[in-house]
Structures are given as C-alpha cells and as structure tokens.
C-alpha cells in the first residue's frame, strides 16, 4: 500500500469514526469532570496515608498517583492509576 493510500485511508476512518463519537462529546466531558474530582479525593487520602506511613517509621511505603488519561480500552472513558512504588 502507498504512503498517500494509507494516508487517504486513515484519513477517511478519522472521519467516519469522528463523526460517530461526536454525540459523545458532553458524557465524555462530564466523564473527565467527575475523574478530576475522584482523582482529588484519592491524592488527598493519599497525602494522609504517607504521613501516617512516615510518621511510624515507614516512610517508603509509597503509592504514586498516575495522571488522568483516556482508558486503554475504552475511548470514552477516563482513569488514573496507583502503583505501589
């Protein structure tokens, strides 16, 4: 396959599924709302399970507080990860 083909044709797909996700736009919006603020409510506690973790001599129990991102397998929904680090 030609670089324009294949161009044309990501192209095309962009659109069709563009066009087919746009209804989607308000409820995936809303989605990123409703994450942000769970995903405050999560590195609050965090903050106080860190200092509790410190203060009794356990400052290396850390759990890391990922990013908001677009899920991995669903394009309208949002996440965030903890990792024990």
Do not use: N, Y
């Not at 962009?14 to 209804?23: H, I, S, T, V, Y």
């Not at 309208?76 to 990792?83: N, P, Q």
């Amino acid at each position: 396959m030609s670089e324009s083909a294949l161009s044309e044709r990501l192209s095309r797909l962009g659109k069709a599924l563009g066009e087919r996700e746009a209804e989607h736009r308000a409820a995936v919006a809303e989605a990123w709302r409703h994450a942000q603020t769970l995903r405050g409510e999560v590195a609050e506690a965090l903050a106080g399970f860190h200092e509790a973790a410190a203060a009794t001599g356990a400052p290396h129990l850390r759990v890391e507080l990922g990013p908001l991102r677009l899920d991995d397998k669903h394009v309208r929904a949002v996440e965030f990860d903890l990792t024990r680090g």
